[in-house]
C-alpha cells in the first residue's frame, strides 16, 4: 500500500503563477522527498526534508513539513512550461530505509 | 558519471512466458531498488538490494524475483506473465553516502507490454 498520497491529482496553472501540491503519509519517517517525472520517463530528485526539519529551500522550490499532521507541501514559484511534468512524494521510513511513492500529481503550466 | 542503465528499454511478451531486466547502477552505488509503475497504481516498490542482500521487499507475489549481483549490477524476473505486469519497470540506485539518507537515481525504465 502507499504511504504517501499526493493531493490534488491533477493541477493546471499559467506560467508566472505558483503551484502548491500536499502530500500526507500515514507512519513515522526518516525524510520525505520529491520527485519529478517527465512523460513516462525516470523519476528525477528534487529536494529532500528530514524529519527534524520544518522548511526547506532549492532555487524556486519550496518544501515544508509538519510531522504533527503527517503532511508536506511543495510549493513551486514563478512557474514554467517546463515544470510541466508529474510530482511525486517519497517516504523513507524504517530501519532499512525503506522508500515508497505516492501516485503522484500531474502539473500542466500553460505558456 | 554514467547514469543508471537498464536494459532492454522496451519488450513485448505473451502471457505465460518470463522475462528478465537487467539495472546497472551508478558506480559506487551498492543500493538497487525497482519499482513497478502502472497508471492505475502509481509507482510501486518491488525490491530493493544491497550488498547482494534483499535488504527490502514489496508486496508483490512470488513470480516477482531479483537478484544482485557483486558489481552491485541487478537483474528482475518475471515469470508466468500476466496481462496486468505490462508496466514501465524502473530501476534505482542509492549511495547512503554521508547524509545516510535514500536518496534515488533512476533510469529510464524497462516498459514491458504483455499480450
Known amino acids: 500500500s502507499q504511504q504517501g498520497e499526493e493531493d490534488p491529482q491533477a493541477l493546471s496553472i499559467q506560467e508566472g503563477e505558483n503551484a502548491t501540491m500536499n502530500c500526507s503519509y500515514k507512519?513515522?519517517?526518516?525524510?520525505l522527498q520529491w520527485y519529478r517525472q517527465n512523460s513516462g520517463r525516470g523519476l528525477v530528485h528534487l529536494i529532500l526534508?528530514?524529519?527534524?526539519?520544518r522548511e526547506k529551500h532549492s532555487g524556486r522550490l519550496r518544501v515544508t513539513l509538519d510531522t504533527s499532521k503527517k503532511s508536506s507541501s511543495l510549493l513551486i514559484t514563478a512557474s514554467r512550461a517546463a515544470d510541466t511534468a508529474s510530482y511525486f512524494c517519497a517516504t523513507e521510513f524504517g530501519a532499512n530505509s525503506k522508500l515508497t511513492f505516492g501516485k503522484g500529481i500531474t502539473l500542466s503550466v500553460r505558456p | 558519471k554514467a547514469g543508471v542503465t537498464q536494459t532492454p528499454r522496451y519488450l513485448i511478451k505473451t502471457r505465460g512466458q518470463q522475462v528478465t531486466l537487467s539495472c546497472s547502477p551508478i558506480s559506487g552505488h551498492r543500493s538497487v531498488s525497482w519499482y513497478q509503475q502502472t497508471p492505475g497504481q502509481g509507482l510501486q516498490f518491488l525490491f530493493e538490494?544491497?550488498?547482494?542482500?534483499?535488504?527490502n521487499k514489496g508486496n508483490f507475489p512470488g513470480r516477482f524475483s531479483g537478484r544482485q549481483f557483486s558489481n552491485s549490477r541487478s537483474e528482475m524476473n518475471v515469470s508466468t506473465l500476466e496481462l496486468g505486469d505490462s508496466a514501465l519497470y524502473l530501476c534505482?540506485?542509492?549511495?547512503?553516502?554521508?547524509?545516510?539518507?535514500?536518496?534515488?537515481?533512476f533510469g529510464a525504465g524497462s516498459r514491458l507490454t504483455v499480450l
Open positions: 534505482a540506485s542509492s549511495l547512503f553516502g554521508l547524509s545516510g539518507a535514500n536518496v534515488l537515481t
Open positions: 526534508i528530514r524529519s527534524n526539519e
Open positions: 507512519t513515522s519517517i526518516n525524510n
Open positions: 538490494y544491497f550488498s547482494e542482500t534483499q535488504r
